[in-house]
């Protein structure tokens, strides 16, 4: 009763009952809504207060904080990248696939609110709360909850659920619901061993002629469901892992030939260890996929394999030794070095040794 008295007093005073807004103010009033064997979610709380969803005040942060230092901004893409030396998956991979890299009012200007089943969204940001809502709205409307039907129907559902609890699965577990039951209502097929290990060598088949093919979203799921893990399931269809995955598709002398390359740039300085590793990786597709299938991301390769970090760092000049091998290779060149010239010709050096005073010593006047 609280929740609901709570509720009816932040309407009347026009207040903020979204999501997000509710997770930061009353976090406890959340945590009720959606706990327990059967969770009545937000939205249905909403009602029992006699509010209408479609008609609450929306109230969205304009910041979001970076972990690692006390910086703030509308995103941090660009901040982690410069700052701290991370590329995209380095972050996610430490700190969760759901971890939010712009702020909510950001996300809100951009979200798309196409309806799913015909029902129109009542919140403008997604979340684990959010997706966990909608399953309790579509299964009170009777409309089948099993993956294949609703990504048929909203992809964005399916999408989000996967992203904040690992798989479709988890998600209707964390709605109070059981997977199997809601999988009883055979929409377009009954996944069972035989459809799977079917279905898995006609990929197989058709992956010896497009290595880049990615296993559908269903298949997936089903083979998570029924087997448990994907070499399991390629065991049981009689095919190899290597014939069905998307990271043991490349050759294990390839990445080694490949680690072998990047092992070299630790010993080299400046821009032309910048341009080398622009040339392995940033230029090259292919590899660019290997490195990333194989270790996650350039940085992970690096800490795996016992690289210096420095090697792969997207920064020419990450120390005085960067600038003075720069600047050794100017002059060896028979170029005077001054501000004037570096500023027309090598502005990146330019800005290094103007911020940090890296080398100014071994400048003349123009």
């Not at 009347?12 to 976090?27: D, E, I, K």
């Not at 990445?255 to 090259?284: C, T």
């Amino acid at each position: 009763m609280k929740v609901l008295e709570w509720i009816k007093t932040q309407a009347a005073a026009g207040q903020s009952l979204n999501l997000h807004a509710v997770a930061r103010t009353r976090p406890g009033f959340l945590k009720s809504a959606f706990s327990g064997r059967s969770p009545r979610g937000w939205y249905r709380t909403l009602l029992d207060a006699g509010v209408d969803p479609y008609q609450i005040v929306h109230e969205h942060s304009d910041e979001v904080q970076c972990p690692w230092c006390d910086y703030t901004g509308a995103v941090l893409g660009t901040h982690l990248k410069s700052q701290h030396g991370m590329e995209r998956e380095d972050y996610l991979g430490e700190l969760g696939q759901d971890f939010e890299l712009s702020s909510e009012q950001f996300r809100a200007n951009k979200f798309h609110p196409r309806p799913i089943h015909g029902l129109n969204h009542w919140e403008q940001l997604w979340s684990r709360y959010y997706v966990i809502d909608w399953i309790l709205r579509l299964r009170d409307e009777g409309h089948p909850l099993n993956y294949h039907h609703i990504n048929q129907q909203g992809q964005s559902i399916t999408h989000s659920g996967i992203k904040y609890f690992g798989s479709w699965d988890a998600a209707l577990l964390a709605a109070g619901l059981k997977p199997e039951d809601e999988r009883a209502i055979p929409v377009f097929r009954q996944w069972t061993p035989e459809v799977v290990i079917q279905e898995l060598r006609y990929f197989a088949k058709k992956k010896k002629t497009n290595w880049r093919l990615q296993m559908p979203m269903d298949l997936r799921c089903a083979i998570v469901r029924t087997f448990g893990k994907p070499e399991a399931a390629a065991k049981a269809a009689g095919l190899k892992y290597e014939d069905i995955s998307h990271r043991a598709i490349f050759s294990s002398p390839k990445v080694s030939r490949l680690v072998e390359a990047i092992r070299k740039l630790e010993d080299l300085k400046g821009k032309a260890r910048l341009e080398k590793l622009s040339a392995i990786y940033h230029e090259d597709l292919d590899n660019r996929r290997i490195i990333q299938n194989s270790y996650g991301s350039l940085r992970k390769l690096a800490l795996c394999e016992g690289i210096s970090l420095r090697a792969v760092s997207p920064k020419a000049y990450r120390d005085k030794a960067d600038v003075l091998h720069d600047l050794d290779l100017i002059e060896r060149r028979g170029k005077q070095i001054n501000f004037s010239n570096l500023k027309k010709g090598h502005k990146r050096l330019y800005n290094v040794i103007s911020e940090t005073g890296w080398g100014r010593n071994r400048l003349g006047r123009a």
